[in-house]
């Protein structure tokens, strides 16, 4: 098992940097006394996953660093070894990010994703856990940034072309002035230290719950109506477990859930955001997960400009 992970030190150092909290280190330091020698050589094999893509960025999802049985320890929790192992390999994807020139502190806070993941994860499970650990491979992979208020990714659309993908952290309302000033810096972020993407991508891409027209309906004129507004929706697909988990904090007890009104009894009301998806699922509707673009020229941010 890697060093950075044996020595409290370094680990709680490590741990700062990430901005993990001290609920979820106290845990953290809790699972590292409990893990054998056979969680050991596990949590190494998948670092080495781990650092084998860093710079992979169209391939990150097809290698699904953390399939199998790498996600689930039931001993342990939820994603507990594949947490060990981005803790591990996290100073790896720092150090690439410094022979890019990213500033040292904008590479911890890009990878501080963790720390956010697991206080999203606690507030939904009420435990320490990691359910997002596959998605954290995703931002491990170097080719991401949290840039202000939102984070970016090189990726691919399924139409094969090089856009920056778009993720909404759970950090606060969507500013429309912060939006702009997150969209400006990716800009000129990527370009500046990913030289070699050629061309330089002509779209911001977001695939999101929050970029469903229906909920922009239910919050009319607030931020995130705001925020939909600026996308031309390409593609959608049902994503009801995604108004649930991120809108109200809950994991599905079961498939269609929503569709069960005494279910919908014992959900909270008391915003137009909760009262609104709850009216979507009485009507018989469902949240929708849509796949946005939105062109850098039409904010004045395209090549050359």
């Known amino acids: 098992m890697d060093n950075v992970l044996r020595d409290t030190p370094r680990l709680l150092e490590l741990l700062r940097l990430l901005e993990v909290d001290q609920v979820d280190r106290d845990a953290i330091l809790l699972w590292r006394e409990e893990l054998t020698g056979a969680d050991g050589e596990r949590i190494d094999e998948l670092a080495e996953r781990l650092r084998a893509g860093i710079g992979d960025w169209f391939g990150v999802w097809d290698r699904e660093v953390f399939s199998g049985d790498a996600g689930l320890d039931s001993r342990l929790g939820d994603n507990v070894l594949p947490l060990f192992a981005l803790l591990a390999t996290a100073p790896d994807v720092h150090a690439a990010h410094l022979r890019r020139g990213v500033p040292a502190e904008l590479s911890w806070h890009t990878l501080s994703d963790l720390g956010q993941q697991l206080r999203v994860c606690r507030r939904v499970h009420g435990v320490p856990s990691l359910a997002t650990g596959p998605w954290l ?17 090189l990726t691919r659309s399924p139409d094969g072309e090089t856009v920056y993908g778009v993720h909404i952290p759970d950090t606060g309302p969507l500013l429309p002035d912060e939006v702009d000033a997150a969209f400006a810096r990716a800009a000129h972020f990527f370009p500046e230290h990913y030289p070699e993407v050629r061309p330089v991508p002509r779209f911001f891409e977001c695939d999101s719950w929050l970029l469903d027209p229906q909920v922009a309906a239910v919050v009319p004129g607030s931020n995130m109506a705001l925020f939909q507004q600026r996308w031309d929706i390409v593609e959608s697909a049902e994503s009801d477990r995604s108004g649930l988990f991120f809108g109200f904090g809950i994991e599905p007890p079961r498939p269609g859930v929503t569709s069960d009104p005494a279910f919908l009894d014992t959900l909270p009301t008391g915003s137009r955001l909760h009262r609104g998806l709850v009216g979507i699922w009485r009507a018989g509707g469902h949240v929708m997960g849509c796949r946005g673009r939105l062109p850098l020229e039409r904010l004045g941010l395209g090549p050359g400009q």
Do not use: V
Request: aromatic residues 24%; without cysteine; hydrophobic residues 55%.
């Open 137 to 153: 491979a995703n931002a491990w992979s170097d080719g991401f940034a949290w840039l202000g208020r939102l984070q970016f990714e």
